[in-house]
RNA sequence: CAAGCUGGCUGGGCGAUCGCGCUCUGGCGCUGCCAGAGUGAGGAAAGUCCGCGCUCCAUAGAGCACGAUGCUGGCUAACGGCCAGGCGGGGCGACCCGACGGAAUAGUGCAACAGAGAGGUAUAUUGCCGAUCCUCUUAUGGUGGAUUGGUGAGGGUGAAACGGUGUGGUAAGAGCACACCGGCGACUCUGGUAACAGAGCCGGCCAGGUAAACCCCUUCGGGAGCAAGGCCAAGCAGGGAUGAGGUGCUGCUCGUACCGAUUGAGUCCCGGGUAGGCUGCUUGAGAUGGGCGGUAACGCCUUUCCUAGAGAGAUGAUUGCCCAGGGGUCUGUAUGGGCUCCGGACAGAACGCGGCUUAUAGGCCGGCUUGGGUG
RNA sequence: UGGGGAGUGGCCAAGUGGUAAGGCACUGGCCUUUGGAGCCAGGUACCGAAGGUUCGAAUCCUUCCUCCCCAG
């Protein structure tokens, strides 16, 4: 789980992403970056009905939350990263969710040089 | 032993490492951070189908409309729920199912097609029977035809056609009359709080179906909802048109309270501001054990306990052992043993409760029925 | 949380107690050198699911499923 000043909290800051940010996409997740200023980086999910009953998306946010812990100190900071789940992500299990996540770090360029080769 | 019926419980367990929400304690550079301790989803948390509490609207008003309820009695804060009983239906049985008030009367409607006729003191196609006339003939008789009348017994149609059997009766027949049976209704008695059941007696000979059709009757229902409601902070800018009624209170009538008529309610248009925090927020029709009352639902007394309170919304990730489960294969036979793979039902609190409904891998504990075997 | 609506052949749909219209699409034939257009003929629905009421249900009732919309 994230402390609470890492999550993006406000309707704003997610349209802000998605309607100004860059995007990459893969066929379980969609991340959408923004430079927010801030020291740190935020993050916030987003698991539609389509993904699942509600048991099926808590534990699908519980998942992306796990994976983008484990990834926070290998980030540059100063970023909102919006992570948007597909419905094929209802089938994934943990370690498919997390590689999928580095993948897309990666081609967002958000790692920090040194540690491009680092796993959590 | 087999097949089945039924009541209840449970809903994987113990750990390791890294993390999250809340509470408490301590510390610091105090809108926070750090450390420690405690605590952290369900039997359905679900669907939102009913009923309550709570909050605001007037103290929660009247009538109609509208909606719901529907055998009887009880339980309950209340219910469309539960318990017990009655009646009806199904099953050999244990047991299960039932929206189960009113259709002889308060009315109205509906029934395609078929059929002669579909609810009216109904109808007459084929039949059956009589009368009159005509024809033929083997001539007080019979055959065929026409007209007219009687008939609802036989055939036929339909989901449904105005009781059944027998005797009398008749031209032929018919509840036309009678006896018994079925069904209906009134009254009396008995049992029961009642629904109802049993018995007796009388009546008219039968009254069709449908109220999950309108309707009548019974009982109940004021409206909104925790984004209710209360408090604090921050911010802004007003202008134009219309205008005598507007709001509480979905619809109508009344009643009532408040606001308002150039010091302008309300409505419409243009423009401007706002997305923050605290509270409500979990001690309650509460849970557990015991006793008493009641057939039971449930109630009363008492002991002990405090058991989630988030707010882009806290339970996750990795892994060990055990416990269940399934598949494959080898061995073997007594029911088994070894290896290996898969793999843990339905499902996530959001103000709180009582129910209902729906989803659910499995596991555990009772009670009972039927059939077979053995003693 | 509260309220409203929809589900009928492959698609769009009418029907609201009595044999489930119509159009597009599809299939076959005619016409044409071929295709299109045109003409003729045909198939495709137990009406979202289950149960009930009725002689009879897409229609009435109950429960469930899916989808859409509205208010704050």
Redesign the pocket.
Known sequence: ?????F?????ED?DASRQRGKRWHDKLLILNTISSGLPHNRF???VSRRVG????R??V???L??TA?SWLPYLITGYDIVIIARPAISEA???DIEAVVEKLLRQAGLLVPRDVDATP
Not at 1 to 5: A, D, E, K, Y
Not at 7 to 11: C, G, S, T
């Open positions: 789980m994230l402390p609470r000043h999550r993006l909290r406000h309707h997610f916030g999910f987003v009953k509600a048991t099926r808590n534990l946010k519980r998942r939350r796990a812990r299990s943990y370690q």
